[in-house]
């Protein structure tokens, strides 16, 4: 019978999240620098036919990706056979909903008048079954708090798909370059985690071990499908009333701040969520666990959405060429609603963590139903409407995410925004210094390279002299992971 009984205090919480980042923003980097190629390579065009298909395929992903394995995490005890009979259900959930989104295809396409929508979604719906069998393997290695796992495992998968992708691109495949890179990744990913972790689940399936992990997860399910349906909505939304090329715009000005944004929330969530549950009943610990990962997550989060919001003009220039200039309005916009993350991701986790996922669900319900109706009246009005109504949008998510926090577990949203306001002050004072920099009249990329040098002297330099203690702590943590690395 395996427990959920390894000691976890802030620092060992932090030292996971910090390797969990270290893999997230290592394989980003490398998916990063493809996505520049493709951008280069492939047209607008081309993306905006296959953010329609991943955007379908993402919101199907949840039912496999979601409540079950949360469930595993949260679960005091359990032996192999809830890991099996987790496995069992999430494979066939993922084939019953590919044979779904097989038939459902063409209707799709016709919907958005785009045949092509028919062959990539067949295709990239395979993601469905695969993702079945891929969040049991993270429940397992985030139960057992083994984070530096996941790191050679989404390299290996970053880095050959990135020789699948652009290798189809220049062979002329069009938008399949992106359905080949998605799915390769996936694939590797899966199968160089069932190498490492060498678990060889039992076939078996227990109704009883599955009705209390289905009772759990399926409101896990709810708040995350809403979540998800509500992030893929402002893009169904536009592929429908707009352009293949206005949505690949809308896109790619949200790639690099959602890139980011995925990086911190990801490493925060699987390491937070873990951790709070094996705390649920202890609400001191919680808090103190909590306060730790908001710091240090908006500590990282801040700066990076600032800086990127004063450079998203050359940025785009020297990465994506003049022909995605479109694109950075949308990009500044949501380097704004995603600096705020740090926080949903924290208080969400803790919510679920105490076993609650009814007010999770709840939360979720009550937030949408607002959201949506704002979302559709913007869309309808202009794509810039829509993109900017994210913004009161993110905030009004935010005071109602902590008040389930304030409430059980005695940490408000007024200390909470306390904790974060050394970070914001910080991210402020570079960011002014960032944008008097952009007003030089020097070439974009001279210009970019001056900017992102001066803004992190700056952040680093001000961390330093207001002794910041959430830099003093990651610095550590980064120097002592390094230095135990070399040792090996």
Request: hydrophobic share 50%; charged share 15%.
């Amino acid at each position: 019978m395996e427990q959920n009984n390894t000691t976890i205090n802030g620092s060992s919480v932090v030292n996971n999240m910090l390797w969990r980042l270290a893999e997230r923003f290592g394989a980003q980097g490398v998916n990063f620098i493809v996505s520049v190629v493709l951008a280069r390579i492939l047209a607008p065009e081309d993306y905006g036919v296959v953010a329609l298909t991943t955007t379908i395929t993402t919101i199907l992903n949840v039912f496999v990706t979601s409540g079950l394995g949360k469930a595993l995490i949260q679960k005091a005890e359990l032996d192999e056979l809830d890991y099996s009979t987790a496995l069992i259900a999430n494979v066939g959930i993922g084939a019953v909903l590919y044979g779904f989104m097989y038939l459902a295809a063409p209707f799709i396409a016709d919907f958005y008048h785009q045949e092509q929508l028919t062959s990539l979604l067949r295709v990239l719906s395979l993601s469905l079954v695969i993702g079945g069998i891929n969040s049991i393997q993270h429940a397992k290695i985030g139960r057992a708090m083994k984070f530096k796992i996941f790191f050679k495992a989404a390299l290996s998968g970053t880095i050959v798909s990135a020789f699948i992708g652009i290798g189809m691109a220049l062979k002329g495949f069009g938008s399949w370059a992106l359905v080949g890179q998605s799915l390769s990744k996936q694939i590797v990913d899966t199968l160089f985690l069932w190498a490492v972790i060498k678990w060889n689940p039992r076939v078996g399936f227990s109704w009883i071990r599955f009705k209390p992990l289905f009772s759990y997860g399926w409101r896990a399910y709810g708040a995350d499908m809403i979540e998800t349906l509500y992030n893929s909505l402002r893009s169904l939304l536009i592929g429908k009333y707009y352009s293949s090329a206005d949505l690949a715009f809308y896109n790619r000005g949200r790639h690099i701040p959602s890139m980011i944004d995925a990086d911190t929330s990801s490493a925060i969530q699987s390491v937070m969520f873990p951790a709070y549950s094996r705390y649920a009943d202890d609400r001191v610990k919680m808090k103190s666990m909590m306060k730790k990962a908001l710091s240090v997550g908006t500590f990282i989060m801040f700066p990076c959405m600032m800086g990127l919001a004063m450079t998203s003009g050359p940025m785009v220039d020297v990465l994506y060429t003049a022909k995605w200039r479109p694109a950075v309005p949308f990009m500044k916009i949501a380097c704004f609603v995603y600096a705020l993350n740090p926080l949903h991701v924290v208080n969400l986790q803790a919510v679920l963590a105490i076993g609650r996922s009814d007010i999770s669900l709840k939360v979720e319900i009550f937030k949408k139903t607002i959201a949506v109706t704002v979302m559709v009246i913007c869309v309808r009005h202009s794509l810039m409407a829509a993109a900017i109504s994210a913004v009161p949008l993110g905030i009004f998510a935010l005071i109602v995410n902590a008040c389930p926090v304030g409430k059980e577990i005695n940490y408000p949203l007024s200390e909470q925004l306390k904790d974060a306001l050394p970070a914001l002050l910080l991210s402020i004072c570079m960011g002014i210094c960032v944008w008097l920099v952009g007003l030089l009249p020097l070439d974009s990329f001279l210009l970019l390279l001056l900017q992102i040098v001066i803004g992190g002297l700056v952040y680093i330099g001000m961390a330093k002299i207001t002794r910041n203690k959430e830099y003093s702590f990651t610095r550590n943590y980064v120097v002592n992971m390094l230095s135990n690395k070399n040792k090996r």
